[in-house]
């Protein structure tokens, strides 16, 4: 397994800020990503965080609005961009192993006002 | 695109019945079957995985089955605990060399075991 230390856990936001959550991983991994979870729904992928170049981002996702950075095999950020209420979710940093297990981490959950 | 479907989305038993959970997905090339519980304020925590070349596995009370011809599969927890109550989440990806094995999710189902 990994240890998956995310921060913040939680944020209270206005609304046209940005925020920053930040993700460290005990071990080096290949794999990151980053997932979306909003209020009593199930998870959704916004990107995976790719060491030293760009993230790749799912359908309904762009970098503009999530620009993410990997800059080594142990940290990745995801900022949440010019934030609206409707981007109030638990933002999840997940890694894979390389037994091909996937490990989240505890959430950072963001609600903005 | 995969798509999984998980039921039922809520569950209610009492402590020492099982619990089962199911879930299909459509895409046939899915290889990789993992299991989720997420108890509240914090992230899903991997609880089994299968994949595609087992029908069966058990861990303890817990128990995943994968049919692949019928492209569904369960889990079984058995003689459940109040600890147990939580949300549920399957999930699927097609793992290999020339992929990101990309998870895809079930809706969730949450579990209350009554003492």
């Known amino acids: 397994s990994a240890v998956i230390s995310q921060k913040p856990s939680r944020d209270i936001c206005q609304r046209g800020t940005s925020l920053t959550i930040q993700c460290q991983v005990d071990?080096?991994?290949?794999?990151m990503f980053w997932y979306r979870q909003q209020p009593g729904q199930s998870l959704t992928l916004i990107a995976t965080a790719n060491q030293g170049s760009e993230a790749t981002y799912e359908s309904g996702f762009v970098i503009d609005k999530f620009p993410i950075s990997r800059p080594n095999l142990t940290f990745s950020t995801l900022t949440v961009s010019n934030m609206s209420p409707e981007d109030s979710s638990i933002y999840l940093c997940?890694?894979?192993?390389?037994?091909?297990?996937?490990?989240f981490g505890s959430g950072t959950q963001l609600s903005v006002l | 695109g995969e798509n999984v479907e998980q039921h039922p989305s809520t569950l209610s038993v009492q402590e020492g019945d099982s619990a089962v959970i199911k879930c299909t997905y459509s895409?046939?090339?899915?290889?990789?079957f993992p299991w989720y519980k997420q108890e509240l304020g914090k992230g899903p925590q991997l609880i089994i995985d299968?994949?595609?070349?087992?029908g069966e596995k058990k861990d303890q009370r817990i128990a995943v089955t994968l049919n692949k011809t019928a492209k569904h599969f369960s889990l079984h927890i058995t003689e459940t605990q109040p600890e147990d109550s939580a949300v549920y989440f399957c999930a699927a990806s097609i793992q290999g060399s020339s992929n990101t094995g990309k998870l895809i999710f079930g809706q969730g189902t949450t579990l209350q075991v009554k003492p």
């Open positions: 299968i994949r595609s070349n087992v």
């Open positions: 895409d046939s090339a899915s290889n990789y």
């Open positions: 071990s080096q991994v290949t794999m």
């Open positions: 997940s890694v894979r192993t390389g037994g091909g297990k996937l490990f």
